[in-house]
C-alpha cells in the first residue's frame, strides 16, 4: 500500500490551510506518516508523547476510561482534525485517553519541536490552537452536563440539539457525528436505547430518521420540551 505525501493532511488542516502554499509544504517536509489498521492505537493511556497527530484519512476513535470503568467515548477524529495538541505546551505530557482507529487510518505525525519552530515563524496558528483547546473544553463542558442526567431521552435531545445550527430554524436535517453505538458510548448507554429513544421522538413527530447518519428535525422546540419530561 502507497503512503500518502504528508503535504496533503496539512493542506485539509484548518490551523495550518489559512498559510501559504510554499509555507504549508514546508511544514509537510516535517510531517512523518504512519498507517493504522483497523483496531490499531495510535496511543492509548499513560504513553509518553511530544507529537501533533492529524488524520489525513480514516477515523480515529478517542475513549477514556470512567470512574465506574465503563469505556466513555470523548470525540471521533477524521480526515483534517488533530490531536495531541496539548504536549506542545505541556514538557511532560502522558496521555489519558485511548486513541484507537475505526478503520484504515493514515495519520501525519510532527513532534513538540518542529511545532514549537513552526509557531515560532507563524504564530498567527497559536491563535488556532487555541480557538481548538476552547472548543474541546467547550465539548467536554458540554458532555459533561448531558451525562448529569439520569434520563437517556434528555441525553439524546441534547446531543441532537448540540449538533444543530441555531439560524436553521425549529426544522432542518440533521447530520449526525458518529454511527448510533458510537453516540451510545458517548451518552453513556446501550445501542439498543439510543435506538428505542430516537423512535420514540420519531414517534412523537418530533424527527424523521434519513438514511447516512442524517435525520429531520421537525419541531426543535418540541423536541426540547420532550427533554424536560
Not at 102 to 116: A, K, P, Y
Not at 132 to 145: F, G, P
Not at 215 to 224: A, H, M, R
Request: with cysteine; aromatic share 6%.
Amino acid at each position: 500500500m502507497s503512503e500518502a505525501k504528508p503535504y496533503a493532511c496539512i493542506r485539509i488542516v484548518p490551523i495550518f490551510n489559512h498559510l501559504k502554499d510554499d509555507m504549508m509544504d514546508k511544514i509537510g517536509q516535517k510531517a512523518r506518516h504512519r498507517h493504522l489498521k483497523k483496531g490499531e492505537y495510535l496511543y492509548q493511556a499513560g504513553d509518553s508523547d511530544d507529537s501533533l497527530y492529524v488524520v489525513n484519512k480514516g477515523t480515529i476513535r478517542v475513549t477514556r476510561m470512567a470512574a465506574n470503568g465503563k469505556e466513555q467515548l470523548v470525540r471521533m477524529l477524521y480526515p483534517g482534525d488533530f490531536t495531541g495538541e496539548w504536549t506542545i505546551f505541556d514538557q511532560a505530557s502522558e496521555h489519558e485517553e485511548y486513541a484507537e482507529a475505526i478503520r484504515e487510518t493514515n495519520v501525519c505525525i510532527i513532534s513538540r519541536d518542529d511545532m514549537n519552530e513552526i509557531l515560532e515563524e507563524h504564530p498567527t496558528i497559536t491563535r488556532f490552537l487555541l480557538k481548538e483547546v476552547a472548543n474541546r473544553l467547550m465539548q467536554s463542558e458540554r458532555q459533561a452536563m448531558t451525562l448529569s442526567t439520569e434520563n437517556v431521552l434528555s441525553r439524546l435531545v441534547y446531543f441532537i440539539e448540540q449538533n444543530t445550527d441555531p439560524e436553521l430554524g425549529t426544522q432542518q436535517i440533521v447530520k449526525l457525528p458518529m454511527a448510533r453505538k458510537d453516540i451510545a458510548a458517548y451518552l453513556g448507554t446501550t445501542p439498543e436505547t439510543v435506538s428505542r429513544k430516537f423512535k420514540e421522538l420519531e414517534e412523537a413527530g418530533l424527527i424523521l430518521q434519513l438514511p447516512r447518519r442524517e435525520i429531520e428535525v421537525l419541531d426543535l422546540d418540541g423536541l426540547l420540551m420532550m427533554s424536560d419530561r
